[in-house]
């Protein structure tokens, strides 16, 4: 068979042109056309940051029909295929985490997509109820402390083997911790953090079929920090884009994925289980790399990767 390409990526609600204030069309337009002009195409696409329809969604980028944000890319996606000339079509699924309402009117929302190509059967998913990994018992206001989710979904490919897919966002570290103020990186170092993570890998364990599977996103932690090493010490997962490039921690820290003004932090990962063999990364380029594809489209890059079920 051939290999699966996936990506994780924070789009920023496709709002990096105003500073995450407000989703444009043209950002969206023009992340569409990067995830378009890939080759090969990526297979699984795993989006953090995506709205469904909000005061901050609809602003500068109006929808006339009522369309979600995620709608909205899709149309995007495969407009920007077909005038490539692909004929390649994808599944949308979204995966609400949290909204912050005006009265009645939302005024922005959070959330989770993944994306799949046509010639994978999605067997399994948790959509309609995404898994709470929300650790609140640190926040001042319970009730005002954003949801985080991880998102599932299995599929199952022509070839005949199935894979899960977990797709997550952690929060950034506490304020209201001894961590954030002594620990210099900060990053992965939050109390609240671990017990996110510590929330994930129980779920990772429960649902997971087989040791094919994907655990992706944003975890806001740094490579050697408490958070990333318990995902390691696990026993549940690697971490395939550093045995690739045979990275150690302070390699991975020097490959910056995301960034804040003249910050530079590797929060991005991509972990899996021992069924997947991984060929490559292609396509991959640090945050703020001036001839990267996504370059300026976010204040995140992907990260890509292939791989061949053992």
């Known amino acids: 068979m051939r290999p699966v390409r996936v990506i994780t990526y924070n789009v920023r609600y496709f709002g990096h042109g105003t500073r995450g204030l407000a989703s444009t069309s043209k950002a969206m337009d023009r992340i569409a056309g990067a995830l378009a002009s890939l080759d090969p195409l990526a297979d699984i696409i795993c989006l953090q ?67 799949a190509r046509r010639d994978f059967k999605v067997s399994h998913h948790n959509a309609g109820s995404p898994h709470d990994i929300t650790f609140r018992k640190i926040h001042p206001v319970k009730k005002l402390k954003q949801t985080r989710i991880c998102a599932h979904l299995r599929v199952e490919h022509d070839s005949g083997f199935d894979l899960d897919i977990f797709n997550t966002h952690l929060s950034l570290p506490t304020t209201f911790s001894r961590e954030f103020w002594l620990e210099p990186r ?61 990275f150690g921690e302070e390699d991975l820290v020097g490959w910056p994925t995301a960034g804040f003004m003249n910050l530079r932090m590797h929060l991005d990962h991509v972990f899996s289980g021992n069924a997947l063999e991984w060929r490559d990364f292609d396509g991959c380029h640090k945050f703020g790399q001036k001839n990267g594809l996504f370059g300026g489209l976010s204040d995140h890059v992907p990260i890509l990767g292939s791989f061949i079920v053992r």
């Not at 329809?53 to 709608?71: I, K, V």
């Open 186 to 246: 900060r990053m992965g170092w939050g109390p609240n953090q671990l017990e996110e993570a510590k929330n994930l890998l129980g779920f990772v364990k429960k649902e997971k079929r087989s040791d094919r599977f994907l655990l992706v996103g944003d975890f806001n932690a740094l490579p050697g920090s408490p958070v990333y090493r318990m995902l390691l010490e696990s026993g549940l997962l690697c971490d395939p884009f550093a045995l690739h490039f045979r």
């Open 49 to 115: 940051e995506v709205e469904t329809t909000s005061l901050r969604s609809n602003f500068a980028h109006p929808s006339p029909d009522g369309e979600t944000q995620l709608e909205r890319l899709m149309s995007r996606l495969h407009t920007a295929l077909h005038a490539a000339g692909k004929r390649d079509l994808y599944e949308a699924y979204y995966f609400p985490a949290h909204t912050y309402r005006l009265s009645v009117t939302p005024i922005y929302t959070t959330g989770l997509a993944v994306i």
